[in-house]
C-alpha cells in the first residue's frame, strides 16, 4: 500500500493488514505546534518512524506502536543559542476506530465528544498529527544543550578565582550573619 505521511490513512485497513509504516519526514513539514514547543519559528531536521498498526481486539480499538526519532533544530533554554535536539520517542497509542455512544444532548460526554479528532470517528487519520503528538510529548520542559557543550554553562561552571580556585561568593554568609547578630545583641 502505497501511502503519504500528510494524507488520511485508513486506520482500520492497515490494522486489519498488520502494515508497518516506515520512512522519514522533513519537521518543516510538521505543524507550527512543534516550532513553538522548541523555541523557534518552524522544526528543522528530520524525523525518523516506523509504526505498527494492529487491531486491539480487547477495546475494540486500533493498536499503533513503534518509534520515532529526530534531531531537530531547538534553542537552548539555557544560553539561547540554536542547538540540535536529539529526540527518541516509543509509540503505543490506541485509536477508536467507530463512533462513540450517543450522549444526552448538552452533556460533558457529548461536548467532549464533539472536540475529538475525526480520526476517531471516521477510522481516518494524518500520521503526521500521531507523529508530532509523539514528538511533543518527548521534548523536555526545557530544551537545553548537553552541559559540557553550553556556553552559558561553561561560564557559569568556570568561575574561578586568580588563584584557579572556584569563586563560592555565599560561603562565609552564614557565619557574617551569626557576627553581625552577635553585635546586635551587644
Known amino acids: 500500500m502505497s501511502l503519504k505521511l500528510h494524507h488520511r490513512l485508513p486506520w482500520k485497513q492497515l490494522a486489519a493488514e498488520n502494515a508497518v509504516l516506515a520512512g522519514e519526514i522533513?519537521?518543516?513539514?510538521?505543524?507550527p505546534r512543534l516550532g513553538e514547543a522548541l523555541a523557534c519559528e518552524r522544526?528543522?531536521?528530520?524525523?525518523?518512524?516506523?509504526l505498527h498498526f494492529a487491531p486491539d481486539q480487547e477495546e475494540g480499538r486500533i493498536r499503533v506502536t513503534g518509534h520515532l526519532g529526530a534531531e531537530l533544530d531547538a534553542i537552548c533554554q539555557r544560553c539561547l543559542q540554536p542547538?540540535?535536539?536529539?529526540?527518541?520517542?516509543?509509540?503505543?497509542?490506541?485509536?477508536a476506530d467507530s463512533p462513540l455512544?450517543?450522549?444526552?444532548?448538552?452533556?460533558?460526554?457529548?461536548?467532549d465528544a464533539s472536540e475529538l479528532d475525526e480520526a476517531d470517528l471516521d477510522g481516518l487519520g494524518n500520521l503526521a498529527d500521531l507523529v508530532e503528538d509523539e514528538l511533543l510529548l518527548a521534548i523536555p520542559?526545557?530544551?537545553r544543550h548537553e552541559l559540557s557543550e553550553c556556553p552559558a554553562a561553561s561560564r557559569?561552571?568556570?568561575q574561578r578565582d586568580d588563584e584557579g580556585?572556584?569563586?563560592?561568593?555565599?560561603?562565609?554568609?552564614?557565619?557574617a550573619m551569626q557576627r553581625s547578630r552577635e553585635g546586635e545583641s551587644e
Do not use: C, H, K, M
Open 26 to 31: 522533513d519537521a518543516s513539514g510538521l505543524a
Open 165 to 175: 580556585e572556584n569563586r563560592r561568593p555565599f560561603a562565609g554568609l552564614r557565619e
Open 141 to 143: 520542559f526545557l530544551p
Open 43 to 50: 522544526p528543522a531536521g528530520v524525523v525518523r518512524y516506523e
Open 83 to 95: 542547538f540540535r535536539l536529539p529526540l527518541e520517542a516509543d509509540v503505543n497509542v490506541s485509536v
Open 156 to 158: 557559569e561552571i568556570g
Open 101 to 111: 455512544p450517543a450522549t444526552q444532548p448538552g452533556s460533558s460526554l457529548d461536548q
